[in-house]
Structure formats: structure tokens, C-alpha cells
């Protein structure tokens, strides 16, 4: 008989590298306890792996068992345990999406002139349409920002 537990820990631990490459990701796992994660990182590398994580957990569960996550972007220096505090909050909006529960949100809520908007996608609409459409857009514009950064800096 297996430690659920314990076997989720590992699970994690295994799947801390790249699922293409296995080259070590530049995050760390700062909790790991009962069906819970949080790790912090850089944000495309903590993304990546939530994506990767939540891959291998569906084929290892043959997708009996659902992956929910919360993921924000946060200054270098802001509190880990706000971090936690917020990125718990839209996991529980991930949850929340129907019975399945198995969803990412992300960065919160914005108000906008039409209403406020949240960034929560089941798995498979973020996979395809957000990262799939949407990531090498959003890594062109942070290599561009950090590039203006070091360059004034």
C-alpha cells in the first residue's frame, strides 16, 4: 500500500524538469503537502511547469483526478507569503469553474470599462488557445522590457 502523499510529493519532485529536455527548471517548490503545490520562479518557467505538471498528472490519473491552479506574477521582492495567500484565492476561482474543477487562473481580477474580467480557462482552451496562441507574444514582450530595462540600467 502506497502514501498518496507521498506518492504526489515525488510526482512533483520527478516532474520539477522540463518534460521535453529534463533540463532543470529555475523554480523552487516551497510547499508540497497533501494534493497541494506552490512553487516560484521565473514566470514563463513556472508556467511551463504548471503546464507540464498538470500533463503528466492526467496520464498518470488516466484524468481521474482534476489539476486546478492559481498563478500571478509578483515583484522579486514581495512577500512569498502574500504570494501564497493570493495565488491560493485563484486556485479556489480555478476550482470554481464547474464540477470538474480543473482549471488555471490567472492574475486576478481587472476592471475594465465593460466589467470586470478574470482570466480563469479550463486546461485544454489555456493549452491551445492562450499559451499555444498567445505565450510567444507575451515572451516577446517581456525579452523586449527586459532588454530596455538592462539597457537603461
Not at 66 to 92: N, Q
Amino acid at each position: 500500500m502506497f502514501s498518496y502523499n507521498q506518492e504526489l510529493q515525488r510526482f512533483y519532485l520527478d516532474n520539477e524538469k522540463k518534460e521535453d529536455d529534463k533540463t532543470p527548471r529555475k523554480v523552487t517548490i516551497v510547499y508540497s503537502g497533501g494534493d497541494d503545490l506552490f512553487i516560484v520562479g521565473a514566470w514563463n518557467e513556472v508556467l511551463e511547469a504548471a503546464v507540464d505538471i498538470r500533463n503528466v498528472f492526467e496520464r498518470l490519473t488516466d484524468g481521474a483526478l482534476t489539476f486546478s491552479a492559481g498563478f500571478c506574477i509578483f515583484e522579486p521582492k514581495y512577500p512569498v507569503s502574500r504570494m501564497a495567500e493570493i495565488t491560493a484565492s485563484l486556485e479556489s476561482r480555478a476550482k470554481s469553474i464547474d464540477k470538474n474543477k480543473n482549471a488555471i487562473s490567472l492574475f486576478g481580477e481587472q476592471d475594465t470599462p465593460y466589467g470586470n474580467i478574470t482570466h480563469t480557462y479550463k486546461w485544454d482552451v489555456f493549452i491551445n488557445s492562450v499559451i499555444n496562441e498567445k505565450l510567444r507574444e507575451i515572451q516577446t514582450y517581456f525579452g523586449a522590457r527586459e532588454k530596455n530595462d538592462t539597457a537603461g540600467g
